[in-house]
């Protein structure tokens, strides 16, 4: 696991959200994706109803202007799927152990991690998710 000041020199090479395209065209676009696409995607395939947070691009742009805007690769996520499910897909991808196809989050590859990944705490009431983020939807 790379340390902090290693996270912190990738997050400067990549330059700034707004350096990368995430300006307000993006911010609206991503608003209106989010209004039609209310429910995470990767939360729904496990059966489960989570909020939509972040419009999340399937396959990573890496700067490519058309890759950036194809509506059609972006999927709905909550924050959980977003910052733990799919960062796991994208190092598998980069390792070429998946395919792009396997970068949605209702691909078998995805709810299998989400399955593997999902915290549940089972005290009282039994099955319920945490009610921290960090820690994943809520059931």
């Not at 696991?1 to 990368?20: C, K, L, W, Y």
């Not at 909020?51 to 999927?75: C, I, L, S, Y």
């Not at 989400?114 to 983020?133: F, H, I, N, Q, Y």
Request: proline letters at 5%; a negative charge.
């Amino acid at each position: 696991m790379p340390t902090r000041t290693e996270q912190n020199a990738a997050v400067d090479e990549r330059g700034s959200a707004r350096e990368r395209g995430y300006g307000a065209q993006w911010d609206r676009a991503s608003a209106l994706f989010r209004l039609h696409h209310p429910i995470c995607k990767g939360c729904e395939a496990v059966g489960l109803a989570t909020a939509t947070e972040v419009t999340d691009h399937v396959e990573p742009h890496k700067g490519d202007h058309d890759r950036f805007w194809n509506a059609a690769m972006w999927q709905p996520a909550c924050r959980w799927h977003h910052d733990v499910i799919k960062q796991k897909l994208e190092v598998m991808f980069a390792k070429g152990t998946i395919v792009v196809a396997d970068l949605w989050l209702d691909s078998q590859a995805a709810v299998r991690l989400t399955l593997a990944e999902l915290p549940v705490d089972v005290g009282v009431g039994g099955g319920r998710k945490s009610s921290d983020p960090s820690q994943g939807p809520a059931l």
